[in-house]
């Protein structure tokens, strides 16, 4: 079904073309509106093209872009601008999941997780939203994590950042509430795909088609958070009252 909450004149940007659900989502985006996949280097994703023009986008771009060069955000962002016009939907799904065990010796790692999936999310975001608040419209879709809701000792790296991520995004709604910005917060569980290759699912799983389906539903309607699947949301409200020595000991 073709999303109705934004502008077909405005592009759609999925920062992370190479994520899975980053491109399932522009799927769902797609129908009548250009789209521009960004990536380290640029290069190496035409089946991800393929198939978003397959699924309706008028024109499907393809831009390099360093989430972790801090210093290049403004400039690439100015740059889709005169290229592509306004953006009219901003999807941030770049992250990585690091190795929990090497983080805990390694400092260089774990703050390598940390930058990812925290310190560069907060930079493109702050920027992101200033240029939508002066536009006075836009929507900005965060991928949070449900590994944020309540840190847990095997994934604390990871899950910190995500919580993190989660407390900005947060904030920064709020902040944008009455502007004609709208930002959306995703969170899944375990999402079974590449990024969790060889790891045993969760329960309460899904899969990258399952959470970009969610997302683009919840976007449409205008909500500010979705949890996917929804049974998680009652789930971790009651995970959280349990008692720490008990927490500590569940799986990731």
Do not use: C
């Not at 006075?136 to 994590?145: D, E």
Request: zero cysteines.
């Amino acid at each position: 079904m073709k999303d109705t909450g934004a502008s077909d004149e405005e592009v759609v940007v999925i920062f992370g073309g190479r994520s899975e659900i980053g491109v399932e989502l522009a799927t769902h985006l797609a129908p009548g509106r250009p789209v521009v996949l960004t990536m380290r280097g640029g290069d190496g994703l035409d089946q991800q093209v393929s198939a978003i023009r397959a699924a309706g986008a008028t024109a499907v771009h393809v831009k390099a872009f360093d989430a972790d060069d801090l210093a290049s955000h403004a400039s690439v962002l100015a740059e889709l601008t005169t290229e592509h016009g306004p953006i009219g939907t901003a999807v941030l799904a770049f992250g990585i999941l690091g190795d929990q065990a090497r983080a805990e010796t390694d400092a260089d790692h774990a703050v390598a997780i940390v930058h990812t999936d925290f310190v560069a999310q907060v930079s493109l975001l702050t920027q992101l939203a200033s240029i939508m608040r002066a536009a006075g419209r836009g929507r900005i879709v965060v991928f949070s994590s449900v590994a944020g809701a309540r840190v847990r000792r095997a994934n604390y790296v990871y899950g910190s950042a995500k919580a993190g991520l989660d407390g900005f995004a947060s904030g920064l709604a709020d902040a944008l509430r009455g502007t004609g910005v709208h930002l959306l917060i995703v969170r899944p569980g375990f999402v079974i795909g590449r990024m969790t290759e060889g790891m045993d699912p969760a329960p309460l799983s899904s899969t990258p088609q399952q959470v970009a389906a969610a997302t683009a539903k919840a976007l449409s309607a205008g909500r500010d958070r979705v949890w996917v699947p929804g049974l998680l949301r009652p789930v971790i409200f009651g995970m959280r009252l349990a008692p720490q020595f008990i927490w500590r000991r569940l799986p990731r």
